[in-house]
């Protein structure tokens, strides 16, 4: 757990919204409304973990029927 702190890394809107293909807007619009992805606000600076964009990408996967 502690490696994983040590390379953890942040985002600004603009990098996040890259990271998982949404544009910064909507993720301010997704914050308005208290939905994921999570961030952290320091300040003004709103920012994203890496990990959590990983976890909000998981949770939106739609699984295929068979």
Known sequence: MEDEQKTE???????AG?????????LANKRSKGLPPAYCKIGRAI????SDL?????????????
């Open 18 to 26: 890259k990271f998982i293909g949404l544009a910064p807007q909507t």
């Open 9 to 15: 890394k942040y985002l600004n809107a603009k990098g």
């Open 47 to 50: 920012r994203y973990s890496t």
């Open 54 to 66: 990983i976890k909000f990408m998981e949770s939106c996967k739609v699984l295929p029927r068979e």
